[in-house]
C-alpha cells in the first residue's frame, strides 16, 4: 500500500461544528509551531499563528464552507475546508498524528465534495510545509506568492489540479 492510500483505522470524518473551535485553534498553533519549523522562521511562525486570533474568519470558515474534521479516539486530530467547491481553504493535521494518513483521507473528501460540484479544478495557496502533500496529490505550482501577517512576509505557493 504506498503512501497515498494509507487510511488510518478508527479514524472518522464528519462536518465540523463551533462547538470544535477551541480544540481546533490549539491544533492550528501547535502544528505550526512544530510542523511547519524547518520551513519557517520564528517571526513568521508566530505571524501566521496570530491568525487564531480573527475569532470571525474561523467562524465563517466553519459555518460558510464544506469545513470537516478527522477524529480518532474522540480527539480532533485534523480538519479541512473547502470554500466555493474548489478552493482548498485550510488542511491541518496535529503535530502527532503526522504522516498517518489523515491529511490524506481529508484531502480525498474534500476533493470528493468538489466533484459533486462539477467542478473541473482545485485550487489552494500552500505553506512549504505542504507543498510536497500537495505535488503527490496531482497539484502543480502556479505561482509563489508572499502571504501578509502583522507585516510579516510569509511565502506559499498558489497551487492548482485539474479534475
Given at each position: ?8 483505522i ?23 509551531e ?26 465563517r ?15 480532533i486530530v ?15 493535521v ?53 502571504q ?16
Amino acid at each position: 500500500m504506498n503512501k497515498i492510500q494509507k487510511k488510518t483505522i478508527g479514524l472518522t470524518l464528519r462536518k465540523g461544528i463551533l462547538q470544535d473551535l477551541q480544540e481546533i485553534l490549539i491544533l492550528f498553533s501547535g502544528t505550526i509551531e512544530t510542523v511547519c519549523a524547518n520551513d519557517y522562521n520564528n517571526e513568521q511562525i508566530v505571524a501566521w499563528i496570530s491568525s487564531v486570533n480573527n475569532t470571525g474568519r474561523w467562524h465563517r470558515l466553519i459555518e460558510d464552507q464544506y469545513f470537516i474534521v478527522a477524529v480518532l479516539n474522540q480527539k480532533i486530530v485534523g480538519f479541512a475546508s473547502l470554500a466555493h467547491g474548489d478552493y482548498i481553504d485550510v488542511l491541518y493535521v496535529h503535530k502527532d498524528f503526522q504522516r498517518q494518513g489523515i491529511a490524506q483521507q481529508l484531502y480525498n473528501a474534500l476533493e470528493t465534495e468538489a466533484a459533486t460540484h462539477k467542478n473541473t479544478i482545485l485550487t489552494a495557496d500552500v505553506s512549504k510545509t505542504a507543498k510536497p502533500f500537495f505535488e503527490a496529490n496531482g497539484f502543480k505550482v502556479i505561482a509563489e506568492q508572499i502571504q501578509i501577517r502583522t507585516e510579516v512576509e510569509i511565502p506559499n505557493y498558489n497551487m492548482r489540479k485539474d479534475l
